[in-house]
């Protein structure tokens, strides 16, 4: 008998904030080089490709290029569903199964966990098939290895007739830390993991009879579903009316067939800088040290530190992250409290709150490495083949300056190619564009002059990336000039 083919869908959401200054509302937790130099992202669509390389990933229109470039990075292939706004993940998965076929065996995961035995891993969701077919919604449970309290936690009852999967008893909400040292001297109890595994048609099913008003609104958001390449946007208006709520209280928690297979590998869904300090070393002190990091006379410090040398000296029991922008330096036991940190940030009006200084692009990304009343210096690098929209800037003037590889550098139609060391001058008002005809990264440093140096003092005319719409985004002489400069460039 052949193995049903399993299609997994990552659910590439949330903000991430307790790992703050690495996790960002611009670069949430999943998309941020957390271990060595691969996201969660990554190494989560790496996991799933032992089970089927086609995987469709459902993220925020915001962060659709860098979950493109994780699937390409990952080897995988797929697409990718765009949400307007964030809808928990009720919503998501719901669109998912509708965009799918009825009969399609759907493997929901999300997109920020650390599992590391994939052969594991693989063999655990397959145990989960029978019950899958058999109707039931499968959901995958950790063997909990000590009272967490940041988990939620499943009740397993009597091993089902597939001898793989047992029924759920109950859902039971994170506890107190009381609640959850009596549930795993009860025995019987494991953490729930958000991973299921069910087939298109009984999740929506479920839907229907728990919570018909979000399939009703997924309904006609899928409905009108518009496609660009790899990317599928809902439609914004019916899925912003959609309530917001996660797939446990909207369904599992009020749903019977539900079944549960244990895994019983090293799980964490890294919500803390204390749970990503489990994931380095320790040295005899218990120091974890991660990146350019080194402790003397330290105990029980960890250290991320992945750009410049960071040292702790007679340190005890802190939680040291380092990035370009900013720096947290915390007590271990406050781990659970930077998301208080990140509110009152953004309070203060500080940009660190919810910016990086690298900020990634779809032909890129650009570094901001220093800036001051009237100029900006950025350092830009441009993938092979990759090229910028064609653009002007109403109160900054630019000049670019090629450190490595080769630029071809379009103003106001005239086109050049700026070779390393040397550079061009691009006036305020001058419709440009910068590309990279060669075969390894291009890096660009741009220094930026002018009155106003905000990102959205930017005219777009022409974009591969379908970031404007042509025609439409000067009227008058501008668009005239646009349209010449277009043509000049076509010729």
Not at 222 to 247: H, M, N, Q, W, Y
Not at 329 to 347: F, H, I, N, S, T
Not at 372 to 399: C, D, I, Y
């Amino acid at each position: 008998m052949n193995t049903p083919t399993i299609h997994p869908v990552v659910l590439c959401g949330g903000s991430g904030t307790r790992l703050w200054p690495l996790s960002r509302k611009t670069l949430p937790k999943q998309f941020a080089p957390l271990i060595g130099d691969k996201s969660l992202l990554q190494m989560t669509l790496e996991r799933l490709c032992s089970l089927n390389s086609n995987i469709t990933c459902i993220a925020s229109e915001d962060h659709r290029f860098l979950v493109r470039e994780a699937v390409e990075k990952a080897g995988a292939t797929g697409r990718q569903i765009l949400e307007p706004v964030a809808r928990n993940t009720a919503a998501a998965m719901a669109s998912a199964a509708l965009l799918a076929g009825k009969d399609d065996l759907l493997l929901f995961a999300p997109s920020d966990h650390h599992i590391p035995d994939t052969p594991l891993f693989a063999a655990t969701v397959r145990r989960g098939i029978d019950a899958a077919l058999a109707g039931r919604i499968v959901t995958f449970g950790v063997s909990p290895s000590y009272a967490a309290t940041a988990y939620g936690y499943i009740e397993a009852g009597a091993v089902s007739a597939d001898g793989c999967s047992r029924a759920v008893v109950r859902f039971v909400e994170k506890p107190t830390a009381a609640v959850a040292e009596s549930l795993i001297l009860h025995g019987g109890y494991c953490w729930n993991a958000g991973i299921f595994l069910v087939r298109a048609g009984t999740l929506l099913a479920a839907l229907n009879a728990r919570a018909p008003d979000i399939l009703l609104a997924c309904q006609r958001a899928t409905a009108a579903v518009s496609s660009e390449g790899s990317f599928d946007r809902l439609d914004p208006k019916a899925f912003a009316a959609c309530r917001s709520d996660s797939i446990d209280y909207a369904v599992l928690e009020k749903q019977q067939n539900i079944a549960v297979v244990k895994f019983e590998g090293a799980w964490s869904d890294v919500g803390s800088w204390n749970a990503v300090a489990t994931l380095h070393p320790e040295d005899n002190a218990g120091n974890r040290l991660s990146g350019r990091a080194s402790a003397l006379r330290s105990r029980n410090t960890f250290i991320h530190a992945p750009h410049r040398p960071v040292v702790a000296l007679g340190t005890d029991d802190l939680i040291i992250v380092d990035t370009p922008d900013a720096v947290l330096v915390a007590k271990a036991d406050c781990a659970e409290q930077v998301g208080e940190v990140v509110r009152m940030l953004a309070q203060q009006g500080q940009a660190e709150a919810t910016e990086h200084r690298r900020v990634v692009r779809p032909w890129g990304a650009y570094d901001r490495l220093d800036f001051g009343e009237r100029f900006q210096v950025k350092r830009l690098t441009v993938n092979p083949g990759a090229k910028l929209s064609l653009q002007m800037h109403h109160h900054r003037a630019e000049h670019w300056i090629v450190v490595s590889g080769t630029a071809r550098a379009t103003c106001d139609g005239q086109v050049s190619l700026v070779r390393e060391n040397e550079s061009i001058y691009l006036p305020s008002g001058a419709i440009h564009r910068l590309e990279n005809p060669g075969k390894t990264v291009l890096e660009v440093i741009e220094v930026q002059t002018g009155s106003y140096l905000g990102e959205d003092d930017i005219v777009r005319f022409d974009d591969t990336y379908g970031r404007c719409v042509p025609g439409k985004t000067q009227p008058g002489a501008v668009a005239d000039a646009a349209t010449d400069a277009v043509a000049k460039v076509a010729a």
